[in-house]
């Protein structure tokens, strides 16, 4: 069953360090997704792509945060100068439709790629 | 700001009891969707209901999206341990899923 991959599974850097999080979606699908889970807090929206650009953004996903399509199969999240705050699990999704539509809107999760700052 | 209020925040239960869980918003969505995810993994898609008053069932867990789409339920007859884990709502508008904080479900043998 095709599946959402996500690396590196769990990532330690220092403040003010760069990080570039990796997902690779699946195939057939157009809209990807980021969002992130603080331990012990709800999953929130960052970003949504579509058609090789940003289609919506929350306001976590200020300047720091930017995203990109390298190529045909990479999704990748880069967060500049890391802070404390950003320590969470970070989730990749994808989707055939835009997000909610009956059977084609269906969001698939990786994993998660577990970034811990300090 | 689309807030999704779930209930209860936690529920400890005994095999074979029934349970629900509920999500409430102010907000209209275009359609809701009930996760479950394991600790250390992504959400997993349980359902996802558009219509207002729809009713759905998957085996022994019944959705039900209000008639408003602001709210939903999520009913499970006979819960067993394997049922275990946080379950999320998220209310979809556009391409932005607003998930709820979860109702996390302990279900003991």
């Known amino acids: 069953e095709p599946e959402v991959t996500q690396t590196p599974s769990h990532q330690v850097t220092q403040m003010g360090q760069e990080v570039i999080l990796r997902c690779v979606p699946i195939?057939?699908?157009?809209?990807f997704y980021w969002y992130r889970q603080i331990l012990g807090q709800k999953v929130e929206f960052l970003v949504s792509f579509y058609n090789n650009e940003i289609s919506e953004k929350s306001e976590i996903f200020d300047d720091q945060f930017s995203v990109e399509r390298p190529d045909g199969s990479n999704f990748t999240l880069k967060i500049r100068s890391t802070k404390l705050e950003d320590s969470a699990m970070y989730f990749c999704?994808?989707?055939?439709?835009?997000?909610?539509?009956?059977?084609?809107?269906?969001?698939?999760f990786g994993e998660g790629s577990r970034l811990t700052v300090l | 700001t689309q807030l999704l209020e779930q209930s209860p925040q936690f529920l400890s239960i005994q095999e074979g009891e029934n349970l629900t869980v509920y999500c409430n918003s102010s907000?209209?969505?275009?359609?809701l969707q009930w996760y479950r995810q394991e600790p250390g993994e992504g959400p997993v898609l349980l359902v996802t209901v558009v219509t207002g008053g729809e009713v759905k069932k998957l085996k022994r867990l019944t959705f039900q999206f209000g008639d408003a789409r602001k709210d939903s339920s999520l009913h499970i007859t006979a819960a067993q341990p394997g049922d275990t884990g946080l379950y999320l709502c998220a209310g979809a508008r556009y391409s932005t899923l607003t998930f709820g904080k979860g109702t996390m479900l302990l279900v003991s043998p």
């Open positions: 999704a994808s989707s055939e439709a835009l997000a909610g539509k009956l059977n084609t809107g269906e969001l698939f």
């Open positions: 195939s057939n699908h157009l809209y």
């Open positions: 907000s209209v969505f275009s359609s």
